[in-house]
């Protein structure tokens, strides 16, 4: 059993029965296991227990009923049974916790997103980190009276705004046309097969990136990138290739190969800019593509930014 469903079972098991004892709480408190973690993902195996990885859960207040009731609420939770299904809690304290425990809205969003809410301008959409957005949406809600920490969860779950998605497309399109196709070959020409790599570094992580972006979802943190990928239904099959030009050498032979795949990726990544109706371009230039791309945005703003902001 995964950790998610464990610590679902240990609320509905204990923590359910302890907010009956707070009916103030109860009937605004949500609760369930987003954040940090690989559980929240759905990620987590065994060697995931060896930190940071317990039978618990969230309780989010506002910050007015932090005030009012937090404090019993938090030495409730502590009481709640130390070990679970063989898993022992880790010590918690009174004050409140990182990860579980009560927690206020405000300061969970906060934490992840650098503002309490939602990002609610371009510059919070774009410069917000990938992984950042998906860590504050990841996991589940398994109770919300009061529907304050859904409000904002429903924002992300959302996903980028059009104009968002088509911009940080094409800022990738743009570092994946500067990496792969131009500056990976000249690298091996000049021998310098190291800068090659940092340059295909560059590539699959960006084209990592745009599969999450092609399949409207948030890239998680760089070790769950391509663990993350094999679920996603569009372009999963790339998790492979992508893995290969890492995992490869750059003597003359092994960089063939790897041109030759970065124009199959290219290849496929291309196609499904035109499947969504995201560029009219007909090569496999990403170059092209991210000017095509940065066409059909609508807002002028944003179409007038650099073509590269959004990439990081």
């Known amino acids: 059993m995964q950790g998610l469903e464990i610590c679902k079972n240990y609320y509905l098991e204990y923590g359910r029965e302890m907010l ?27 060697l995931s227990r060896d930190h940071d990885f317990e039978p618990g859960f969230c309780i989010w207040l506002t910050a007015e009923d932090e005030r009012k009731f937090g404090f019993k609420l938090s030495r409730a939770y502590a009481s709640l049974p130390k070990e679970y ?9 009174p004050m409140g916790g990182d990860r579980h425990g009560v927690l206020v809205i405000g300061d969970f969003y906060e934490k992840l997103l650098g503002a309490p809410h939602a990002p609610d301008s371009v510059g919070g959409w774009l410069h917000t980190p990938e992984h950042c957005l998906a860590t504050a949406s990841d996991g589940e809600v398994w109770a919300d009276p009061l529907g304050k920490f859904s409000e904002v969860r429903e924002i992300l779950l959302a996903g980028y705004p059009e104009d968002i998605r088509r911009k940080k497309l094409a800022a990738r399109a743009a570092v994946m046309a500067q990496a792969g196709q131009y500056n990976f070959a000249r690298c091996i020409s000049r021998g310098e097969r190291g800068a090659a790599q940092l340059a295909v570094f560059e590539f699959v992580k960006n084209a990592a990136h745009t599969v999450y972006l092609l399949n409207r979802r948030y890239a998680p943190y760089d070790k769950w990138l391509f663990r993350g990928m094999r679920d996603l239904p ?32 290219a290849s496929l990544i291309t196609a499904e800019y035109r499947a ?26 944003i179409r007038n930014l650099h073509l590269m902001d959004g990439a990081l």
């Not at 998790?239 to 041109?259: M, Y």
């Not at 371009?281 to 791309?293: E, V």
């Open 20 to 46: 009956k004892n707070f009916p103030e709480a109860e009937e605004r408190a949500a609760v369930g296991l987003v954040g940090e973690g690989s559980e929240c993902l759905g990620f987590d195996d065994e």
């Open 85 to 93: 299904m063989g898993l022992k809690r880790q010590n918690f304290s």
């Open 234 to 265: 569009v372009l999963s099959a790339l998790e492979e290739p992508l893995s290969f030009l890492l995992e490869t050498g750059n003597s003359p032979a092994e960089a063939q190969g790897k041109a030759e795949m970065i124009e199959d990726i």
């Open 276 to 301: 969504q109706g995201l560029s009219k371009a007909t090569c496999i230039n990403f170059s092209t593509h991210a000017n095509s791309i940065t066409d059909g945005i609508a807002d002028a703003n």
